[in-house]
Antibody, heavy 117, light 110 residues
Framework: EEQLLESGGGLVQPGGSLRLSCAASGFTFSTHGMNWLRQAPGKGLEWVSG????????YYADSVKGRFTISRDNSKNTLYLQMNSLRVEDTAMYYC??????????WGQGTLVTISS | EIVLTQSPGTLSLSPGERATLSCRAS???????LHWYQQKPGQAPRLLIY???SRATGIPDRFSGSGSGTDFTLTISRLEPEDFALYYCHQYLSSPPGHTFGQGTKLEIK
């Protein structure tokens, strides 16, 4: 069974850093693009970043460009999101999602990131 | 930037009724770039419809998608109790590459 398990969320002060991980299982991780999306409390969905299967193509939303870095380790079946210079408005549930064609075929359960002083 | 607008914001219906959810784009969108997700409270979103009209694996055939250009529709033919949830449309943007979502439609029990 396909599974995506996020971890690394928590409470951080503004200006701080956090690294999220997403452990994948049940599918061939190295052949799929992967994405991070987020959802602020009570709000809608926002795509954050995407990375191709071989890491050759990486994209970011304007809201996180220059502050967040997506990466992956295909030997460990794991996706990462390094988040620096965090802001209050980055507070959200962060989901990893497997990409297929132009949509998000499966999602993890999310990890909560709270930015507050 | 192409903006997706979903309507209505909230739809109140009873089990057994037909639900029609709309997603309108500010510019024409290729059908292969338009998708629908369902989200229940406390859960992650789940893919329902991809490429505007193809049902994802395991999705019941009471769910259908249609539309083209700027107007897309998600129809639930006969509502089951478990269908009351939030629904989002999603588009892929090719230049620059990215993704955006509609603001969502809440389907609630009347």
């Amino acid at each position: 069974e396909e599974q995506l398990l996020e971890s690394g969320g928590g409470l951080v002060q503004p200006g701080g850093s956090l690294r999220l991980s997403c452990a994948a299982s049940g599918f061939t991780f190295s052949t799929h693009g992967m994405n991070w999306l987020r959802q602020a409390p009570g709000k809608g969905l926002e795509w954050v970043s995407g990375i191709s299967d071989d890491s050759s193509r990486i994209y970011y939303a304007d809201s996180v460009k220059g502050r967040f870095t997506i990466s992956r380790d295909n030997s460990k079946n794991t996706l990462y999101l390094q988040m620096n210079s965090l802001r209050v408005e980055d507070t959200a549930m962060y989901y990893c999602a497997r990409g297929r064609s132009y949509y998000f075929a499966s999602w993890g359960q999310g990890t909560l990131v709270t930015i507050s002083s | 930037e192409i903006v997706l607008t979903q309507s209505p914001g909230t739809l109140s219906l009873s089990p057994g009724e037909r639900a029609t959810l709309s997603c309108r784009a500010s510019q024409s969108v290729s059908s292969k770039y338009l998708h629908w997700y369902q989200q229940k409270p406390g859960q992650a979103p789940r893919l329902l419809i991809y490429d505007a009209s193809s049902r994802a694996t395991g999705i019941p055939d009471r769910f259908s998608g249609s539309g083209s250009g700027t107007d897309f529709t998600l129809t639930i033919s006969r509502l089951e109790p478990e269908d009351f949830a939030l629904y989002y449309c999603h588009q892929y943007l090719s230049s620059p590459p990215g993704h955006t979502f509609g603001q969502g439609t809440k389907l609630e029990i009347k």
